[in-house]
């Protein structure tokens, strides 16, 4: 429906607005409604509809900080190319929060629904890591799996601004109608250019597990890695604060975005008020338009210099280092293996590169190819994750073990974010990311075990994660756009 739309163009921001200065996002909602009802009678057989405007000038994080609704989600692309703020929910595939997904199932119930769609619709969400065991009460609105299409948002796409509406079969005649038009009054129609980024202060912290704890289980890996029970674990640790006062959900997205706006993906997904699982993680699970899909390995860590001299000495060493080569090649390694058996063609970086972020740096191989015809994008996912990176290897052995040792389940940490489109997905490693429930914030941080891994160093990189996370909530500084 996207190209019979007629063009409606708030005003836009000036460059030197001020907070209170806004710009009027919406369509009238009498226009919406009629083009909603005319894409239902002339599509009898779609699922779904959507209906895009134009609405140039808009901060997609201060349309998605303007909403009091207990259903949001924000992700932005690595590249920064394509960013969607939403609101509501038009429709919902999840699961309960025991149970291992059905990979296939879900994706099936998705297409199913995207099949005659608009083909800039998305459903946004992601799955649990492993949900092998019980996990947190405070992950339980989240499921093993939950992906949501948006009722309504804000698209960024190579810099042009949409607002969209999205409607499903369900939604025709008029009670469902009234019931979009009664969630359109609730969307705030005016939206402030700047983005109030203040936070409230994080009192108390509790480590799960301590510090000696985490070095007797780092020992506990290499021994079992000595007697051969598998060569690579990843071991997990979570830190929990308070805040001293309700967070506000996009005030904390605000300011990851201050400090990791390149290299990184930045998302969001609040399932209910209260609740929200939020991050920027660097790492790509895959990305997959038709045939083509990009994968990469991302492993080995160095923190960054405070000088440029420094940083390059560190960068020199993480290149060179033989545990952190080691550490990477068992990820490239179980990528490229996967990459050969689905695809017929595979292309991959003739070098090991860095990716830099602001307080680590990361080696990467990035990886491309095109998949044989009728595999899937759930074959895809069921050969990749968990990749060695989030997990272990082999990934049979390390995860039973992990299982078993870890002190805590992880929830969607480390699990696969992302959207999944008509016939297009993209998935991010849910790692650099926080878990806030009410008053509470739950951050995570893993370090890949090895041969050669000390347990001191190891604590030490988990910390250096964490500070990315943490450096953010403990600025004074406030960010205007």
Same mark, same amino acid.
């Given at each position: 429906?996207?190209?019979?739309?007629?063009?409606?163009?708030?005003?836009?921001?000036?460059?030197?607005?001020?907070?209170?200065?806004?710009?009027?996002?919406?369509?009238?909602?009498?226009?919406?409604?009629?083009?909603?009802?005319?894409?239902?009678?002339?599509?009898?057989?779609?699922?779904?509809?959507?209906?895009?405007?134009?609405?140039?000038?808009?901060?997609?994080? *201060?349309?998605?900080?303007? =909403? &009091?609704? /207990?259903? %949001?989600?924000? +992700?932005?692309?690595?590249?920064?190319?394509?960013?969607? $703020?939403?609101?509501?929910?038009?429709?919902?595939?999840?699961?309960?929060?025991?149970?291992?997904?059905?990979?296939?199932?879900?994706?099936?119930?998705?297409?199913?629904?995207?099949?005659?769609?608009?083909?800039?619709?998305?459903?946004?969400?992601?799955?649990?890591?492993?949900?092998?065991?019980?996990?947190?009460?405070?992950?339980?609105?989240?499921?093993?799996?939950?992906?949501?299409?948006?009722?309504?948002?804000?698209?960024?796409?190579?810099?042009?601004?949409?607002?969209?509406?999205?409607?499903?079969?369900?939604?025709?005649?008029?009670?469902?109608?009234?019931?979009?038009?009664?969630?359109?009054?609730?969307?705030?129609?005016?939206?402030?250019?700047?983005?109030?980024?203040?936070?409230? *202060?994080?009192?108390?912290? =509790? &480590?799960? /597990?301590? %510090?000696?704890? +985490?070095?007797?289980?780092?020992?506990?890996?290499?021994? $079992?890695?000595?007697?051969?029970?598998?060569?690579?674990?990843?071991?997990?640790?979570?830190?929990?604060?308070?805040?001293?006062?309700?967070?506000?959900?996009?005030?904390?997205?605000?300011?990851?975005?201050?400090?990791?706006?390149?290299?990184?993906?930045?998302?969001?997904?609040?399932?209910?008020?209260?609740?929200?699982?939020?991050?920027?993680?660097?790492?790509?699970?895959?990305?997959?338009?038709?045939?083509?899909?990009?994968?990469?390995?991302?492993?080995?860590?160095?923190?960054?210099?405070?000088?440029?001299?420094?940083?390059?000495?560190?960068?020199?060493?993480?290149?060179?280092?033989?545990?952190?080569?080691?550490?990477?090649?068992?990820?490239?390694?179980?990528?490229?293996?996967?990459?050969?058996?689905?695809?017929?063609?595979?292309?991959?970086?003739?070098?090991?590169?860095?990716?830099?972020?602001?307080?680590?740096?990361?080696?990467?191989?990035?990886?491309?190819?095109?998949?044989?015809?009728?595999?899937?994008?759930?074959?895809?996912?069921?050969?990749?994750?968990?990749?060695?990176?989030?997990?272990?290897?082999?990934?049979?052995?390390?995860?039973?073990?992990?299982?078993?040792?870890?002190?805590?389940?992880?929830?969607?940490?480390?699990?696969?974010?992302?959207?999944?489109?008509?016939?297009?997905?993209?998935?991010?490693?849910?790692?650099?990311?926080?878990?806030?429930?009410?008053?509470?914030?739950?951050?995570?941080?893993?370090?890949?075990?090895?041969?050669?891994?000390?347990?001191?160093?190891?604590?030490?990189?988990?910390?250096?994660?964490?500070?990315?996370?943490?450096?953010?909530?403990?600025?004074?500084?406030?960010?205007?756009?």
């Amino acid at each position: 429906m996207g190209e019979s739309i007629r063009k409606l163009r708030p005003p836009s921001c000036s460059a030197d607005a001020g907070k209170t200065a806004g710009v009027n996002v919406l369509p009238s909602k009498q226009f919406l409604l009629d083009v909603l009802r005319q894409a239902f009678d002339q599509l009898p057989d779609a699922a779904s509809v959507r209906v895009e405007t134009p609405a140039p000038g808009v901060n997609a994080r *201060a349309w998605f900080a303007a =909403q &009091d609704a /207990p259903v %949001r989600s924000y +992700w932005r692309s690595r590249d920064g190319a394509f960013e969607a $703020a939403t609101v509501g929910a038009a429709d919902t595939v999840g699961s309960p929060p025991a149970g291992r997904p059905d990979f296939s199932t879900v994706f099936s119930k998705i297409r199913a629904k995207l099949s005659c769609a608009h083909p800039a619709m998305r459903y946004y969400g992601g799955w649990a890591f492993d949900s092998a065991g019980p996990a947190d009460s405070a992950w339980g609105e989240f499921g093993t799996y939950r992906f949501v299409l948006p009722r309504f948002e804000v698209n960024i796409r190579h810099g042009s601004a949409i607002f969209a509406c999205n409607a499903c079969r369900t939604d025709a005649g008029t009670a469902g109608l009234a019931a979009v038009a009664d969630e359109f009054d609730q969307l705030s129609a005016a939206v402030s250019c700047g983005v109030d980024s203040r936070v409230p *202060a994080l009192t108390r912290r =509790q &480590d799960v /597990p301590m %510090r000696r704890d +985490w070095e007797r289980l780092v020992e506990r890996a290499l021994g $079992a890695i000595q007697e051969g029970e598998f060569e690579k674990a990843v071991l997990a640790r979570q830190v929990t604060g308070v805040f001293s006062a309700l967070p506000d959900v996009s005030a904390l997205l605000d300011r990851l975005a201050l400090r990791n706006n390149h290299n990184t993906y930045l998302f969001a997904i609040q399932p209910a008020r209260g609740v929200a699982f939020l991050g920027a993680t660097p790492e790509r699970l895959y990305k997959k338009l038709g045939n083509y899909i990009k994968t990469e390995a991302l492993a080995g860590t160095r923190p960054r210099g405070v000088s440029a001299a420094a940083d390059e000495t560190l960068s020199r060493d993480l290149l060179h280092n033989d545990k952190e080569l080691r550490e990477h090649g068992i990820v490239a390694d179980r990528l490229r293996g996967v990459l050969d058996r689905m695809c017929c063609e595979v292309r991959a970086d003739k070098a090991l590169s860095l990716i830099r972020l602001h307080r680590c740096q990361h080696l990467v191989r990035r990886y491309e190819g095109v998949l044989e015809d009728g595999l899937s994008d759930a074959d895809v996912l069921a050969a990749l994750h968990p990749t060695p990176a989030v997990g272990g290897h082999p990934d049979g052995p390390a995860l039973q073990w992990l299982g078993e040792n870890e002190a805590f389940n992880r929830g969607w940490y480390a699990g696969p974010v992302g959207w999944i489109g008509h016939d297009a997905s993209e998935f991010a490693m849910g790692i650099r990311s926080g878990l806030v429930s009410g008053r509470n914030l739950t951050l995570y941080s893993g370090a890949g075990i090895v041969a050669g891994s000390a347990p001191g160093a190891e604590w030490d990189e988990t910390e250096s994660k964490l500070a990315a996370f943490l450096d953010v909530l403990t600025e004074n500084e406030q960010k205007t756009q």
